[in-house]
């Protein structure tokens, strides 16, 4: 029976729903599977960025027209989210086989566990249950009042101009290029509607791709500290019996190899999309700042601050559990030394010694080997951010004089 990955995996499908994305289900290469369980996909995928598009066409053409930097920087950050967005779920939706291959895995290793002080091993479990529940609530809360933000703040906006100067000045949440005008009321609406919809698909799938990740990361992390358990505990106080130790270590040996190969599995369905979120992160929290001081106006001051406080999150906790995977399998290697080896022969002992060094060699996912995704490398990310921000106040300052 499994003990925290399917039902993890249960609260978190919602959010794949609304994208497209079928996480479990085994879809084959026919006409009738692709049209019922793509399509959605596909529909959201040109949504989204057509917007994406707009946006960098309206950088360009407002970069040839001279406008200010705090208009440049204003949409920057979406693109980058947008971008970020299409990375991320295509990497699921590209390594489906790999996706569900790590699924077998992580519910293979949590049924497979063996039998030893349930106590212990329910209080493990719950711990990660309610970690994981914690984080995967604050990440929906934020990314909603997020969209909400964007969604309300132009609303706003027209009111208080409206109350100013008896006149409706129209306004859009985002900057993009149409091919026609859409201030005008017969197509503001449902430009409106448009740009609000594809702000909701960018924060459901990062959120969504995210949450996976940290399951999926939970799940390993719980794995190990059983195994850590199993590991302090195979050797008994009393009545040792080589033969019946030598069967246990076997299996907890397997156990081992399986949790680690989960870890690679793991990296290589996200490595290169954590790529793009180290080699992005940077400049993505520097204009989001940078907005969120820069525009007068405090609607969308506020709307950037809780972009700010999204994305900061977003690669904290990315950073958070990869960090989180490497301390849990290094663990392994002080559950060995914890463990009565010095009551048992040398034999025995060479046994526990071998896993021991292997355990000193992290299990770790990398930015496609870039970088170690660990919390050295948020600071790092937070250092960078900081330098660009300091280096785009000044530039901002000659404008404004």
């Not at 270590?249 to 990296?267: C, D, P, T, Y």
Request: positive net charge; glycine residues 4%; proline residues 2%.
């Amino acid at each position: 029976m499994s003990l925290l990955f399917d039902e993890s995996l249960k609260s978190i499908e919602f959010l794949f729903k609304h994208v497209g994305i079928h996480l479990d289900r085994t879809i084959l290469n026919t006409a009738e599977h692709v049209i019922k369980f793509r399509s959605l996909y596909i529909i959201n995928f040109l949504w989204l960025n057509t917007d994406a598009i707009g946006e960098i066409l309206w950088i360009i053409q407002g970069a040839l027209h001279g406008k200010s930097l705090i208009k440049l920087t204003f949409i920057a950050p979406c693109i980058n989210l947008c971008i970020l967005a299409n990375i991320k779920t295509l990497s699921l939706f590209l390594n489906d086989d790999k996706v569900k291959k790590l699924f077998k895995q992580l519910r293979n290793a949590e049924n497979n566990i063996n039998n030893g002080d349930e106590v212990v091993k329910k209080k493990i479990v719950a711990e990660g249950k309610k970690h994981l529940r914690a984080v995967v609530k604050a990440l929906i809360v934020i990314t909603a009042v997020t969209v909400m933000l964007f969604f309300v703040t132009p609303m706003l906006v027209m009111g208080l101009e409206y109350k100013k100067s008896g006149q409706i000045e129209l306004v859009l949440p985002f900057l993009v290029a149409y091919s026609f005008n859409p201030y005008d009321i017969k197509y503001w609406p449902f430009v409106y509607m448009h740009q609000i919809w594809g702000a909701y698909l960018v924060s459901i799938q990062v959120a969504g791709t995210d949450c996976l990740f940290y399951t999926c990361c939970t799940s390993i992390c719980t794995q190990f500290r059983l195994l850590q358990n199993d590991i302090e505990t195979i050797i008994p106080k009393r009545n040792f019996d080589e033969n019946v130790f030598q069967e246990k270590f076997k299996k907890l040996a397997v156990r081992h190899e399986g949790i680690m190969q989960s870890v690679i599995q793991l990296e290589s369905i996200y490595t290169k999309s954590t790529l793009f979120n180290f080699v992005t992160s940077s400049f993505l929290i520097c204009l989001t700042g940078f907005n969120a001081t820069a525009l007068g106006d405090i609607g969308f001051m506020l709307t950037f601050l809780s972009f700010l406080l999204m994305s900061l999150m977003q690669i904290f906790l990315l950073c958070f559990y990869g960090d989180m995977i490497m301390t849990s399998s290094m663990e392994v290697s002080n559950a060995v030394y914890n463990s009565k080896w010095y009551t048992v022969n040398p034999k025995v002992a060479k046994h526990l010694y071998v896993v021991q060094m292997r355990a000193q060699k992290p299990s770790k996912l990398t930015a496609y080997g870039y970088a170690d995704v660990n919390l050295t490398s948020f600071t790092k990310i937070l250092s960078s951010a900081w330098s660009y921000f300091a280096l785009l106040k000044t530039m901002e300052r000659p404008t404004r004089v």
